[in-house]
């Protein structure tokens, strides 16, 4: 099909490592002070952010385990 599995297992894997620690940053900085103190818009925003870098995160296992 084209795709070397070594390759793209290792480029799914630099792309976990980049979006993870952004998902736990966002949850931490969600369940702090600033959800608290944040405009209420402002913590939507930055609640969507997170929805979509988990969505994204997830995709990137599902694709990673089917490599496997």
Do not use: C, T
């Amino acid at each position: 099909n084209g795709i070397d599995p070594a390759k793209e297992k290792s480029r799914l894997e630099k792309e976990i490592a980049n979006v993870a620690p952004y998902v736990v940053a966002q949850e931490k900085k969600l369940a702090g002070d600033f959800a608290k103190n944040a405009p209420p818009a402002i913590v939507e925003k930055e609640r969507q952010k997170l929805a979509e870098a988990q969505e994204k995160l997830a995709q990137l296992h599902n694709q990673l385990s089917s490599l496997v």
